[in-house]
């Protein structure tokens, strides 16, 4: 049963999100950051509820999980397109772009760059139609998948589930 506390904690994500997104581009670094490549373990505990409803073809946004930045891309054809098209190339870390998502419409993937932790621009930068972290030029695609640059991995993709249509949760309650 969805209560009117969860609307209002929906809401405050939402706000959150917009938040995030304005202030969180141009490389900063993420202040929260401990350690890079987070466990599978971490990865999958504690969850963020998302409404997707707002977020158009094309767009995308930002929201916190666990202290760090997750994209959230709803992703059009081109960039569905794009990312199929690539699986063939020769990749630093290979990864088919139907393993990283479950719902091809919807990337989701952790907001920092696989090399030292900046949070890359948003969707539509870099040489790949993805996501550019200037901070040293990894150019990551519409997959999150490392392409060009110093990063060593693809952006990881956090344990997620689509509740229904609308509605995404990040992460997995544990206990
Ligand atoms: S931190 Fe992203 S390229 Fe160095």
Redesign the pocket.
């Known amino acids: 049963m969805v209560t009117q506390q969860d609307d209002n904690r929906r809401d405050f994500l939402i706000l959150a999100t917009s938040a995030v997104g304005a202030v969180g581009v141009a ?1 900063a670094v993420w202040p929260f950051i401990r350690s890079w490549s987070p466990s599978a373990d971490v990865l999958a505990q504690a969850t963020t509820e998302v409404n997707l409803s707002n977020i158009q073809e094309g767009q995308m946004i930002t929201v916190p999980w666990q202290g760090k930045p997750v994209f959230i891309l709803h992703r059009s054809p081109d960039q569905i397109a794009a990312a199929k098209k690539d699986d063939a190339e020769t990749m630093r870390q290979p990864e088919k772009d139907a393993d990283r998502v479950k719902d091809e419409k919807w990337l989701v993937v952790l907001a920092l ?6 949070v ?1 621009q948003p969707v539509g930068t870099g040489d790949y139609g993805g996501f550019l ?6 150019h990551y695609d519409t997959s999150g998948r490392i392409r060009k ?3 060593p991995e693809n952006l990881p993709v956090p344990h997620h589930e689509f509740k229904d249509a609308n509605t995404l949760v990040i992460g997995k309650a544990v206990g």
Not at 113 to 118: A, D, F, Q, R
Not at 133 to 138: D, F, K, L, R, Y
């Open positions: 490389g760059c696989t090399h030292l932790g900046c890359p972290c200037p901070c040293h030029g990894s640059g110093p990063a």
